[in-house]
């Protein structure tokens, strides 16, 4: 296939417009279909933890189900087809084998992994927004797509790709813990390797914004705006200043929640915080029974719905609803992650 000249690509004569809060929840709501845990045979292990005060979770296979088992891991033989379907839906014509824009966007993911590193990041995270204005301006220089890379919207296209890459829906009882929990007056937060969409999942899937849903916005730590990762412990160790200067609550205080021994566990642990595995869907559970990052390691909980926490962390303040309020999202007003009206 030749590649392209630009007497074959229409002039588009429109700027960039940027996705708004409705628009991105609203194409999240289109993408969605409901999904069940596939159980991992797990038994819980539970006990008392009475001195808990605060209680932050990862998101990805831990408060949402993740197909992939993870944000950004895919099914390799897709992926061509899938980053085409994602430009096309972008409103960006691409003339290329879908193998080469995979490649290019991998390629891209790698330098900007190389260049935080090379600045003292052990785990670095990217934008992945930034990432895709670097993919269409190598595709664009090889001709490859039609039009200016500068008028594409990168964070539609990016969620195009997302949705299509990793479906979400929530976990099974989701909205009523977090319910039992904001209501008892239990502390609330997120750490998470996210990115720009992440919050945009509570709106859309879960009927409600994340700060209404309790979370506090100092307590919400994404890995794409602070360019670092876990494993890395640095996101926790913003969470537990935060939660010690603000609110004077200790790390032994602290519950985390998450799916994975290397990622979520190990590093929650080693600022001081409770720790739980959530291992209620096989897809997510990594155990990483041969990784020596996690060697002695051992969850002070294991969950495997997430009810079980109303086992494990007192509720002073009330018991919360008695249904899941998370799962209709149809009819809900959406806010900006922010808590901002969009």
Not at 81 to 94: C, H, K, M, Y
Not at 309 to 329: K, Q, R, Y
Request: aromatic share 8%; net charge negative.
């Amino acid at each position: 296939m030749r590649s392209l000249r630009p007497e074959d690509c229409p002039p588009n004569r429109q700027g960039p417009t940027r996705m708004m809060g409705h628009a991105i929840v609203e194409l999240i709501r289109r993408h969605a279909r409901p999904l069940k845990p596939i159980p991992t045979g797990m038994e819980p292990s539970l006990k008392r933890l009475p001195d808990v005060q605060a209680v932050l979770f990862d998101i990805y296979g831990t408060l949402f189900i993740s197909a992939s088992g993870d944000i950004g891991l895919v099914q390799p033989e897709r992926l061509g087809e899938v980053f085409v379907e994602s430009l096309r839906a972008a409103g960006i014509e691409f003339r290329g084998v879908g193998q080469e824009g995979v490649d290019c966007l991998v390629e891209c993911i790698r330098e900007e992994h190389e260049h935080l590193g090379a600045s003292g990041v052990e785990w670095p995270e990217v934008d992945i927004a930034e990432i895709w204005k670097k993919v269409l301006n190598r595709l664009a220089s090889a001709r490859k797509i039609c039009g200016s890379p500068q008028r594409c919207d990168y964070r539609h296209l990016a969620i195009q790709y997302e949705m299509r890459t990793n479906p979400v829906w929530p976990m099974p009882d989701c909205g009523r813990v977090l319910a039992g929990l904001r209501d008892a007056g239990v502390l609330l937060g997120l750490i998470s390797n996210a990115q720009f969409f992440t919050p945009y999942l509570f709106p859309a899937l879960l009927g409600q914004s994340r700060t209404e849903w309790g979370f506090r916005p100092e307590l919400t730590l994404f890995s794409f705006e602070h360019r670092r990762a876990k494993p890395g412990t640095e996101l926790f160790e913003r969470a537990r200043e935060t939660l010690r200067q603000r609110w004077a609550v200790p790390a032994e205080a602290v519950l985390y929640v998450g799916n994975d021994m290397k990622n979520d566990v190990a590093p929650a642990a080693r600022v001081g915080f409770r720790t739980a595995l959530f291992a209620g869907d096989r897809r997510s559970l990594r155990m990483r029974e041969d990784d020596p990052s996690v060697d002695g390691v051992q969850p002070d909980v294991v969950l495997t719905t997430l009810c079980q926490l109303f086992e494990c962390v007192p509720l002073t303040a009330g018991e919360g609803p008695t249904a899941d309020t998370g799962t209709e999202a149809d009819g809900c007003g959406v806010e900006a992650p922010d808590g901002q009206s969009t």
